[in-house]
């Protein structure tokens, strides 16, 4: 990978001296979870919490808006559908991003009386409300409102692309029985150690196990706890919505495949992907892929409805992204014809983003058809 420049080195010693010390503090190991979440979002020190720049070809990865504004027009003619049937002309997105997808849809959704956006992130934050100023009239702007938390009594659309991916993750192996991974410091570098041999992640992996059938020994892998938690925030903040997720992810028995021995825990620096979470603290992302099974069972105990499930690139190309790309001015000369073509192929066909993202929806107090996720209901 390329080596750090002497700003990022610096900022990456400081949140190192910080986890350090809550290592030491807790008696030499902390769980997984909350060392992700500090790398992640500790408020200053964390990957999303300070300035370096996250998307697109100056950063460390590229997310479907940044590929094409087709996703966004696409995906547009979904909450079309919604609002047609009877869904309140409002959105709330979690984690806009760099703001594109934001501004592909809020420019398709004319009718969209209110569009909210939740973001942890202080300077993402700054870094969306200076690109939307640059790329709407300011009357579309007015409509854009950041939030510090869940609105009360909401009603409308309620979206995330790449957000479930990025919540912090238990680690768990199998050494004759299973026990939590958490991680440790030798005065050189940060290292795996054995956490705890009780909890609720060994607990849910156990459960995990007896429904699928024996793991092998060595087995390494992931949990995130954090769905039912925010999905029950979630459903009390709100009244009638339809809820969209887009995520890479797999459903649960090929998430937990013997084959899958490894985990599915990713990191991003610079375009270049590897496996390693325990280096570059705060200079590179970190994510781990759904579980989608799980994620739609903490919805139904949460008071959701599932309305349907989905690839991508079924979703995409259901709700009309290739008719988006005939659109009068999409295709000026045979240059710009070959580069739409090819964002087409990255997120729909299966070899790229196409198979491996899922697109779940649900839905509270509302009795909407979701055509485009019939087939695979």
Known sequence: MPPPGVQEIE???RLIEFLIGEIERQKGVIPFNEYMHHVLYRPGLGYYSAGKIKFGKAGDFVTAPEISDLFGRTLANQFESFYRQGCATNILEFGAGSGRLCAQLISHLPE?????IIELSADLRQRQQAYLQRQL??????RITWLDELPVDYNGIVFGNEVLDAMPVHVVTKLQQWHELGVGF???????RRYSDTGHAVTAMQAIEGELGSLPEGYCT???????????AL?????QVVVVMIDYGYEQAQYYHPERCDGTLICHYRHRM????LVYPGLQDITAFVDFDAFATAAVESGFEIGGFSTQGAFLLSNGIL???EQPGSQDDTMTRLDIAQQIKTLTLPAEMGEKFKVMCLQKNLSLEFPALASVR
């Open 11 to 13: 900022h990456s010693n």
């Open 112 to 116: 969209t009386k209110s569009y909210y």
């Open 137 to 142: 009239e300011q009357e579309i702007v007015d």
């Open 186 to 192: 030798d005065g050189e570098r940060f290292h795996w």
């Open 222 to 232: 992931e949990l995130n706890l954090n769905y039912k938690p925010w999905l029950r």
């Open 235 to 239: 459903q009390a903040s709100t009244q």
């Open 274 to 277: 590897h496996a390693d979470p």
């Open 323 to 325: 008719e988006e790309a």
